[in-house]
């Protein structure tokens, strides 16, 4: 697999997430920032609501 082919599969990748409404994406500078993207959700999961929970 080429480089461009790479970088396109991973930003059609990203997009959907963006349009799918479920995730918040950021993606920076990897000078500027820790990681280049970073993907988190927008609301908690069952898992994350039962840990929390558990563990309040």
């Known amino acids: 697999m080429k480089w461009k082919e790479k ?3 991973t930003a059609e990748k990203l997009y959907d997430l963006v ?3 479920k995730y918040d ?3 920076g500078l990897p000078k500027n920032a820790k990681k280049a993207v970073q993907i988190k959700t927008k ?6 609501k039962k840990w929390l929970a558990k563990n309040r």
């Open 7 to 9: 970088v396109d599969e």
């Open 19 to 21: 349009k799918s409404g």
């Open 25 to 27: 994406v950021e993606v």
């Open 43 to 48: 609301r908690p999961t069952n898992h994350t």
